[in-house]
């Protein structure tokens, strides 16, 4: 399953600028600024949780300086780390989002029956399809109808500070320092990923973590390529276009998707914000090489080697077109990697990731990395003194990769919704459905890079990420708050968005792009610039 782009990003599925918005700040990208409800001091005073990093297994590359953990094979004979249910007993709602279609009902999902047999309770989730997510929160929220936990994104939604505290249990006392050693999965959650869950200076929710698994990335077939003698590795934006003609024609597009965020990389954009040399932080939306990133783009599409169908697609099916052929290059993140390469029809489907070229040439250029966090998960406030048991919920879901309880979370029965193939899980069609419960973003431990029954796709993601993740570059942004940005991001960046997408069309020329930045500006984007300002002055201390 692929990660769900929302929240930060949902207002990119069915344009032609998917993921190339994202970087810029301007659909609540990150959890950026903070304003509203505490100063960003107050969140730096606040200890967080201590972090005890699991060491039950040892995986087969260790990975260093951002890079995620791999695994070849599924550990052998994987043992239970918990004792016994967790929970107080009672029933727990849930308040989740999904990527995928959703599975069939508790009472027709074996799956779902086996979780509640093993959790000693009925644990009710309400699926909302990721693009409909942030409209469904508030409704849900409005309603007052949030059940025990819920999913929630740091960027996206207004005024969050203050709806946490209004609606969300105060965690702090429970998890701050060496408290989180009562829920020792959760204690194994990196201590970066932990900073978007303070609010007013104080705790708010359990963090997925994700870190350099966001990072964009651009895929390319590399078993296409070499059957047809194209060399990937190139060393400029021009030899790169060459590639994408030479792949089109007939049925077949070089690109699902306009590279939006590769463009920007090999012209040295900044990811999403930068600090300028009087102290204050600029959104790259302003920086002049945009217009040039943007001629490549709306070239792409002039030129035929995009697919025509790309702007009334979601997310899902520009997958399955790279999967099936239809198209050769998809760009997507990361943690796209692993859910491309074991689609049913994946095949022996060999994928790489393009290294940003220097626009000019002459080398290439460093990627962006992607937040620490994807979504977390909050307690509702009127939950709060069943806080205790259920964060017991969410440690139990967080069990590490490797354990018992991990496997049949992620691959269901055996025999039944997996079957093992030389020693890893396989998801049977039946598992496939009804495993996506959306769990993996309810709580998860540290992402680990691994795919049942193909070590050899593993061993690539660790080594691509070995070779550019260390280098990547961050936004100073992506750990703070704004409050206009939280009430107007999606606005102005919808506005924003769509003039690139005027643009890549051809509807508008490039020159277009700095009208549109200067109404993104005026209509709240140096408000939020200034909001952005003041809470990383705090944050250095």
Same mark, same amino acid.
């Given at each position: ?11 990119? !599925? ?47 590359? /260790?990975?260093?300086?951002?890079? +995620? ?23 727990? %709602? ?46 849900? *929220? ?54 978007? +869950?303070?609010?007013? %200076? ?10 350099? !698994? ?13 059957? !047809? ?6 060393? +400029? ?38 600090? %300028? ?7 790259? $939306? ?23 169908? =790309? ?15 239809? =198209?050769?290059?998809?760009?997507? =993140? ?40 994807? $979504? ?5 406030? %009127? ?11 969410? $440690? ?33 069609? /039946? ?10 973003? *309810? ?7 691994? *795919? ?8 690539? &993601? ?12 961050? $936004?100073?942004? +992506?750990?703070?708050?704004?409050? =206009? ?14 003039? &690139? ?36 002055? !705090?944050?250095?201390?």
């Amino acid at each position: 399953m692929s990660e769900p782009i929302i929240a930060r990003r949902r207002l990119l !599925q069915g344009t032609l600028a998917m993921g190339g918005l994202a970087a810029l700040g301007l659909t609540g990208c990150s959890n950026e600024g903070r304003g509203g409800a505490g100063s960003q001091a107050e969140n730096n005073s606040v200890e967080l949780p201590t972090y005890i990093p699991y060491t039950g297994f040892e995986p087969d590359f /260790k990975g260093e300086d951002g890079v +995620s953990d791999t695994v070849l094979h599924y550990p052998a004979d994987p043992v239970a780390v918990t004792d016994g249910p967790p929970g107080d007993g009672e029933d727990v %709602g849930v308040f989740a989002v999904t990527n995928t279609p959703v599975p069939p009902s508790m009472d027709q999902n074996a799956y779902w029956q086996a979780l509640n047999e093993r959790l000693g309770f009925t644990l009710d989730v309400s699926l909302v399809p990721s693009g409909d997510f942030t409209d469904r929160f508030q409704t849900t *929220v409005a309603g007052d109808q949030l059940p025990d936990l819920f999913t929630y994104f740091p960027g996206g939604i207004p005024g969050l500070p203050s709806l946490l505290q209004e609606r969300a249990a105060d965690l702090t006392d429970l998890l701050s320092g060496d408290a989180i050693q009562d829920y020792p999965f959760l204690a194994n959650i990196p201590t970066e990923s932990w900073q978007y +869950s303070i609010y007013g %200076g104080r705790i708010y929710g359990v963090p997925i973590a994700r870190g350099a !698994q966001s990072s964009p990335a651009l895929y390319r077939r590399d078993d296409v390529l070499e059957e !047809q003698g194209l060399d990937p590795e190139v060393q +400029s934006w021009a030899d790169l276009v060459t590639i994408f003609e030479e792949l089109t024609g007939g049925n077949t597009w070089a690109l699902s998707n306009v590279p939006m965020q590769l463009i920007r990389q090999a012209h040295g954009i900044a990811n999403g914000w930068e600090l %300028g040399s009087d102290g204050m932080l600029v959104s790259t $939306n302003e920086d002049e090489r945009q217009l040039d990133a943007l001629e490549k783009g709306r070239e792409l599409v002039e030129k035929g080697v995009v697919h025509p169908d =790309t702007t009334s697609s979601d997310n899902q099916q520009r997958q399955a077109w790279v999967v099936g052929g239809r =198209t050769l290059f998809f760009e997507g =993140t990361y943690a796209a990697w692993s859910s491309l390469a074991a689609r049913p029809n994946a095949g022996q489907m060999r994928l790489g990731v393009m290294v940003p070229p220097k626009v000019d040439g002459g080398g290439t250029m460093p990627i962006w990395l992607g937040p620490a966090t994807h $979504n977390l998960t909050g307690i509702s406030i %009127g939950s709060a003194d069943r806080a205790p048991a259920l964060l017991e919920v969410l $440690n139990y879901l967080a069990a590490p990769f490797g354990s018992e309880e991990h496997l049949f979370k992620n691959y269901g029965l055996d025999g039944e919704h997996h079957t093992m193939v030389d020693g890893d899980p396989v998801l049977t069609e /039946k598992g496939q459905s009804e495993t996506q419960l959306g769990l993996k973003y *309810v709580a998860e431990g540290p992402w680990v890079n691994y *795919v049942p029954g193909k070590p050899e796709v593993a061993e690539a &993601q660790f080594d691509t990420q070995t070779a550019l993740v260390p280098t990547a570059i961050g $936004n100073p942004a +992506s750990a703070l708050f704004s409050e =206009t940005e939280s009430r107007k991001g999606s606005q102005i960046g919808s506005a924003l968005g769509s003039a &690139q997408t005027d643009i890549l069309e051809g509807r508008e020329p490039v020159s277009s792009w700095t009208d549109a930045v200067e109404r993104w500006k005026r209509d709240g984007g140096d408000k939020i610039r200034d909001e952005l300002t003041e809470a990383y002055e !705090q944050s250095q201390g």
